[in-house]
């Protein structure tokens, strides 16, 4: 499978546990992108990393976040102590370069009990 | 702050209909624009990719235009079939190319 890969798909914790997820994106594309979706809504933009290097980050992530894109392969999004507004759709998107389309993948769906 | 808006918010159409779904943006200031489509509980598929020079794009049933200056953008679904039943999600890069915006989606149903 050559597209975006996420993982896990599915996370149920309980309040105040930390949580990570993984992107892998596909091979090349040097732009990476995480989102957050909840029930009903469009996605909403979290962080941004070109290469290694994150770019942009939103006022949606707080201190509890923090992603990572270490040698600007994969990367990590990790949330400490998790709290009931956590839970969501988690997704990970990736492009080749400024012009070109961003593809996603599955998503992690968390859950946070 | 870059706002996009996708009317109607839910559409419900018998199969067969030609149907026009609707995408606005606050700011024209974009690189380029993308249609998605996702599936209950998945990630999302990209359907169509214009660029902000482009005034169009056509993929099999699928055609998108843009109107950069009004800040609109349409996705044209021709002869709907049940299959085409999902969330169809618009999306802007702005112009530094590091954010893609959403719209809040239309979720579609073809009934057979």
């Known amino acids: 499978d050559t597209g975006v890969s996420q993982d896990p798909r599915h996370k149920i914790t309980k309040r105040g546990q930390n949580v990570t997820f993984r992107c892998d994106p596909i091979?090349?594309?040097?732009?990476l992108y995480w989102y957050r979706q909840t029930l009903g809504q469009g996605p909403e933009f979290l962080t941004y990393f070109q290469n290694e290097a994150q770019l942009e980050k939103s006022r949606l992530l707080s201190d509890r976040f923090s992603a990572e894109r270490p040698k600007g392969s994969f990367s990590t999004l990790e949330i400490q102590r998790t709290e009931q507004g956590d839970s969501a759709m988690y997704l990970c998107?990736?492009?080749?370069?400024?012009?070109?389309?961003?593809?996603f993948g599955q998503g992690t769906r968390l859950t946070v009990v | 702050k870059q706002e996009v808006t996708q009317i109607p918010a839910a559409l419900s159409v018998p199969e067969g209909e030609n149907l026009v779904l609707n995408c606005s943006f606050t700011d024209s200031a974009i690189y380029n624009l993308q249609w998605f489509r996702q599936d209950p509980g998945k990630g999302l598929t990209s359907l169509l990719l214009i660029q902000s020079s482009q005034r169009e794009q056509t993929s099999g049933r699928l055609n998108a235009s843009l109107d950069k200056s009004s800040g609109r953008s349409t996705l044209y679904i021709a002869a709907s079939q049940p299959g085409d039943s999902a969330t169809y999600l618009c999306?802007?890069?702005?112009?530094?190319?590091?954010?893609?915006?959403f719209g809040g989606g239309t979720r579609l149903m073809v009934k057979p």
């Open positions: 999306a802007v890069f702005n112009n530094a190319g590091n954010m893609l915006t």
């Open positions: 998107a990736t492009k080749a370069g400024q012009y070109t389309e961003a593809f």
């Open positions: 091979s090349e594309h040097n732009r």
